[in-house]
């Protein structure tokens, strides 16, 4: 009788990438506002998407054409466009806990 050779099951988590999530913050100009939001934003994904993330920022003054696609109204605006469904949150993204919820990284209270 033949020895069963058995093959260990490995979690979905290993079996496929980590979903990359791709962001991206519109600006108008290098404003303190501007420069606040991209900091803010960098730290929240440093602390909780670490290496899973890209962030386009978009200058609207240099590209005003690319506000229709996002429907963007006011900036800063940051748009999660992957994983789906797309997400929008507007302001300078100092109010943490806010954000993780704007996002999908942590369930509203």
Known sequence: MKPKTVKRRTS?????????WQLRLYVMGHTPKSLTAFANLKKVCESHLKGRYRITVIDLVKQPQLAKGDQILAVPTVVRRLPKPVRTIIGNL????????????????
């Open 12 to 20: 979905a988590s290993h079996r496929q990438p980590a979903k990359l």
């Open 94 to 109: 100092s109010d943490t806990a806010r954000v993780l919820v704007g996002l999908d990284l942590r369930p509203a209270e």
